[in-house]
């Protein structure tokens, strides 16, 4: 394609920051709790930001710290972590192509920031086509929202009032549901969406461990065969 | 928590990340594979939401629960129709709230 040339890399980091704005909004109440958990289970306001700074992975945050309250093994908050954060794998391997022809200096921080909701939005049907600038944007400002959302649940600890009771997940699951349900529009994607979902809701109901991994993967699988099939 | 285990735990996510992205790992995806790729997306985000919507108590079992149905339904009415991020949220957790307090 040689259409116009692009924009400057400012607005093209601009636009990835807008594009991630509204997912930022549902991350901040975690962010709180991430924050206020953290110093609130014994761990320094330090440690606590750091997890977020270094680790980065919401999930697993919230995880690692009830884990070391309880007094569990390292080994076991790393089986717990791997379990979790599995998913990010078929995040590097869907961007391979894109994010893997890039320098390092490229690769690692955008590798670094890759979280569900910086691979929902670098592949929304309505994207742009594959712009490094783009995703650093979105990338770099859903970490320092995640941060900043840290610090303030840090400085708060136990003084915020209970927000676990609230529903947090339910706005995680909101954000999705928005990006995925316009992604729907052939008969596959509507296969791979449904399979995902009767799987994961199987799979937690039943108690099995990676249920989210195996649940993708097999979407994935029903709406590859689906194409080929039955288009 | 030592800064030991936080640097493993570190280690472990990031190349969870990472790993993939690294052309020097010797990895040429087939056909096949590189079709399913299409559908990463779509398949990861529902599993992710899937639960939440429909798995409820400790331990976690299948129930339903109008908050969640009903907010979640309107969420994908909304998403469909308008393709706006912002105002599916904020319509869809407005409802969500209101069903909890009622």
């Known amino acids: 394609m040689n259409a116009a040339p692009l924009p400057h890399p400012g607005r093209r980091l601009a636009r990835g920051a807008v594009a991630i704005a509204p997912l930022c909004l549902a991350v901040v109440p975690w962010g709180l709790l991430a924050g206020s958990y953290a110093v609130g289970s014994g761990l320094s306001p330090l440690e606590g930001q750091a997890l977020s700074l270094i680790l980065f992975a919401g999930a697993v945050q919230l995880v690692v710290i009830g884990m070391a309250q309880d007094g569990a093994s390292l080994a076991a908050m790393l089986l717990a972590t791997a379990f979790i954060t599995a998913r990010h794998l078929l995040y590097g391997l869907s961007l391979r192509d894109r994010v893997g022809t890039l320098p390092l200096r490229w690769r690692l921080p955008l590798g670094f920031l890759l979280t569900d909701e910086l691979f929902a939005v670098c592949t929304r049907h309505d994207a742009p086509a594959f712009d490094r600038w783009f995703m650093l944007g979105a990338g770099l400002v859903f970490y320092l929202v995640w941060n900043l959302a840290t610090l303030v649940g840090v400085v708060m600890g136990e003084t915020l009032p209970g927000i676990e009771g609230l529903g947090l997940e339910f706005a995680v699951a909101a954000t999705f549901i928005a990006i995925v349900v316009p992604n729907l529009v052939d008969r596959p994607l509507w296969v791979a969406a449904l399979s995902a979902l009767v799987v994961a809701v199987l799979a937690a109901h039943l108690g099995i461990p990676g249920g989210l991994v195996l649940a993708a993967l097999a979407g994935m699988g029903a709406g590859y065969v689906t194409e080929q099939v039955a288009p | ?102």
């Open chain 2, 1 to 102: 928590m030592s800064l030991f285990d936080l640097l493993a735990l570190t280690l472990v996510i990031f190349a969870s990340r990472y790993l993939f992205l690294e052309p020097a790992l010797p990895l040429r995806l087939n056909r096949h594979l590189r079709g399913m790729l299409r559908y990463a997306g779509p398949a990861v985000l529902t599993a992710i939401w899937g639960p939440v919507v429909f798995i409820h108590g400790e331990p976690g079992r299948f129930a339903l629960a109008l908050p969640e149905l009903a907010a979640a339904t309107l969420a994908a009415l909304l998403a469909w129709r308008t393709h706006r991020v912002l105002l599916t949220v904020t319509l869809s957790m407005t409802l969500y709230f209101l069903l909890r307090l009622w």
